[in-house]
């Protein structure tokens, strides 16, 4: 298989993985490094948040594939999403941070570091590695804020809806393809005392991958990426109403997901999965590790939404995170020859067949060793399954949106959900965040 430069859009994320792993890695700092370098000067120090299985092994072999080849010595810490973005401004700003830090992309995210002047622009860099021929187009838009380069994408994601066909096929039920199907399947399945959706909206990010889902496959991916990325379109139009209504009020009431979902923690919602309390997890391909290790033996696949309406099936996807360069670094040539080793083919083939990772490059995956589950995930990634240009969207949280339009996604549908907002005045509150955002 090959991932290669393509014009359709692509975003999500995604902080299930970042916040499911291992107490001792998920609750504060974690040093991994690999020691100080020979000659006493200091270490090129890096944050990332592959705190999980398989992908932080894969992340310790990449990081010294780069380290015995230029003699470079790398200080690792790991912590998960939310702890990076409580702790990385500060550290950034202090100039005690990292010299390197994998970050959320997106004007709510990044974006606030670099508006804080945080962030070292990569434009001379790129030139100089030939990053702008090298990672996909869409990846560029992606970590480029107000025209410039910032980061460098590293994984290129989808939102998705996971389904044990095992479970499913033992409970004489079938896997849904359309809307109308969907919520027949939810009532069916919640009739036999199954959960039908793994999915809770406690944590900030879990509502904007479901709300992207749904705004994708009702107005297209294309339609999604100029709002995202240009502000053409706004937040409450009809269809955006129509997919707040389907997915936060009308898979409720048929049963879809648990009681109080807004008490639900999304790294609890995907051990229901994999402990076959569940059917499905709304979920993302970053997540194929875990899956893979939590439910072996079983027959798992991933999915875009239903069809709604007839109209075609959209994944939204896109890279997630990316490595900044801190401005204050004084390594700033020596992180970006670190970066440009991060996509060299023997780093991306560990990202690919044990990490699990598909980074934003073209690459040609044959005679790799990949799972069912994997080469599903890579297609999703390719061309959604299908036609990139109609089966690949954006996800409503990357582009322009704010951290105000951000926290009005998730304290709306919260309320939504309670029956304390209607459809159409959280489309309308999305409508005024956005524009008190720009």
Same mark, same amino acid.
């Given at each position: 298989?090959?991932?290669?430069?393509?014009?359709?859009?692509?975003?999500?994320?995604?902080?299930?993985?970042?916040?499911?792993?291992?107490?001792?890695?998920?609750?504060?700092?974690?040093?991994?490094? $690999?020691?100080?370098?020979?000659?006493?000067?200091?270490?090129?120090?890096? /944050?990332?948040?592959?705190?999980?299985?398989?992908? =932080?092994?894969?992340?310790?072999? &990449?990081?010294?594939?780069?380290?015995?080849?230029?003699?470079?010595?790398?200080?690792?810490?790991?912590? #998960?999403?939310?702890?990076?973005?409580?702790?990385?401004?500060? %550290?950034?700003?202090?100039?005690?941070?990292?010299?390197?830090?994998? +970050?959320?992309?997106?004007?709510?995210?990044?974006?606030?570091? %670099?508006?804080?002047?945080?962030?070292?622009?990569?434009?001379?860099?790129?030139?100089?590695?030939?990053?702008?021929?090298?990672?996909? #187009?869409?990846?560029?838009?992606?970590?480029?804020?107000?025209?410039?380069?910032?980061?460098?994408? =590293?994984?290129?994601?989808?939102?998705?809806? $996971?389904?044990? *066909?095992?479970?499913?096929?033992?409970?004489?039920?079938?896997? #849904?393809?359309?809307?109308?199907?969907?919520?027949?399947?939810?009532? *069916?399945?919640?009739?036999?005392?199954?959960?039908?959706?793994?999915?809770?909206? !406690?944590?900030?990010?879990?509502? /904007?991958?479901?709300?992207?889902?749904?705004?994708?496959?009702? &107005?297209?991916? *294309?339609?999604?990426?100029?709002?995202?990325?240009?502000?053409?379109?706004?937040?409450?139009?009809?269809?955006?109403?129509?997919?707040?209504?389907?997915?936060?009020?009308?898979? &409720?009431?048929?049963?879809?997901?648990?009681?109080?979902?807004?008490?639900?923690?999304?790294?609890?919602?995907?051990?229901?999965?994999?402990?076959?309390?569940?059917?499905?997890?709304?979920?993302?391909?970053?997540?194929?590790?875990?899956?893979?290790?939590?439910?072996?033996?079983?027959? &798992?696949?991933?999915?875009?939404?239903?069809?709604?309406?007839?109209?075609?099936?959209?994944?939204?996807?896109?890279?997630?995170?990316?490595?900044?360069?801190?401005?204050?670094?004084?390594?700033?040539?020596? !992180?970006?020859? $670190?970066?440009?080793?991060? +996509?060299?083919?023997? %780093?991306?083939?560990?990202?690919?067949?044990?990490?699990?990772?598909?980074?934003?490059?073209?690459?040609?995956?044959?005679? /790799?060793?990949?799972?069912?589950?994997?080469?599903?995930?890579?297609?999703?990634?390719?061309?959604?399954?299908?036609? !990139?240009?109609?089966?690949?969207?954006?996800?409503?949280?990357?582009?322009?949106?704010?951290?105000? $339009?951000?926290?009005?996604?998730?304290?709306?549908?919260?309320?939504?959900?309670?029956?304390?907002?209607?459809? !159409?005045?959280?489309?309308?509150?999305?409508?005024?965040?956005?524009?008190?955002?720009?």
């Amino acid at each position: 298989m090959n991932i290669g430069r393509r014009t359709a859009p692509g975003p999500s994320r995604r902080d299930f993985m970042r916040l499911s792993g291992a107490a001792g890695a998920a609750l504060g700092l974690s040093a991994c490094g $690999f020691g100080r370098s020979d000659g006493g000067g200091s270490a090129l120090n890096v /944050w990332d948040q592959f705190t999980t299985s398989p992908q =932080n092994e894969a992340v310790r072999k &990449v990081y010294d594939l780069y380290r015995r080849s230029a003699g470079v010595t790398i200080d690792r810490t790991t912590q #998960p999403g939310d702890q990076m973005t409580t702790v990385g401004k500060t %550290a950034l700003a202090s100039g005690t941070g990292p010299d390197v830090i994998y +970050y959320e992309v997106g004007k709510g995210n990044a974006g606030v570091l %670099a508006e804080a002047g945080l962030l070292l622009p990569l434009d001379d860099l790129a030139a100089k590695h030939g990053w702008l021929n090298k990672i996909t #187009p869409f990846a560029l838009r992606e970590a480029r804020l107000d025209g410039k380069l910032y980061g460098l994408p =590293n994984e290129t994601e989808t939102t998705a809806l $996971f389904y044990n *066909k095992t479970l499913i096929d033992k409970s004489g039920l079938t896997v #849904p393809r359309t809307f109308d199907e969907l919520l027949s399947f939810c009532a *069916k399945a919640k009739a036999k005392k199954l959960i039908p959706i793994a999915y809770g909206q !406690a944590d900030v990010y879990p509502c /904007w991958w479901a709300f992207s889902l749904m705004t994708n496959n009702i &107005v297209g991916g *294309k339609a999604m990426g100029d709002l995202v990325f240009d502000g053409k379109g706004s937040w409450n139009t009809p269809q955006m109403k129509q997919a707040i209504q389907l997915f936060f009020v009308d898979l &409720v009431k048929a049963g879809a997901f648990i009681d109080g979902l807004n008490s639900l923690h999304g790294p609890d919602a995907q051990s229901m999965f994999l402990s076959g309390k569940a059917l499905m997890n709304l979920n993302g391909t970053w997540a194929v590790g875990a899956v893979e290790k939590g439910l072996p033996g079983q027959e &798992v696949g991933i999915m875009p939404m239903p069809s709604i309406d007839g109209g075609d099936r959209v994944y939204p996807a896109g890279t997630g995170s990316a490595y900044y360069i801190s401005a204050k670094s004084k390594r700033g040539e020596e !992180a970006g020859a $670190f970066l440009d080793s991060l +996509y060299q083919p023997e %780093a991306l083939r560990v990202w690919v067949e044990q990490g699990k990772i598909f980074p934003p490059v073209p690459f040609d995956s044959s005679g /790799w060793s990949l799972s069912p589950l994997q080469k599903q995930a890579l297609g999703a990634a390719q061309n959604g399954g299908g036609d !990139a240009t109609r089966n690949l969207g954006y996800s409503v949280n990357h582009g322009k949106a704010s951290p105000g $339009f951000l926290n009005a996604m998730t304290s709306g549908f919260q309320a939504v959900v309670q029956g304390r907002k209607t459809p !159409a005045q959280q489309a309308d509150d999305l409508q005024k965040a956005w524009e008190k955002g720009r």
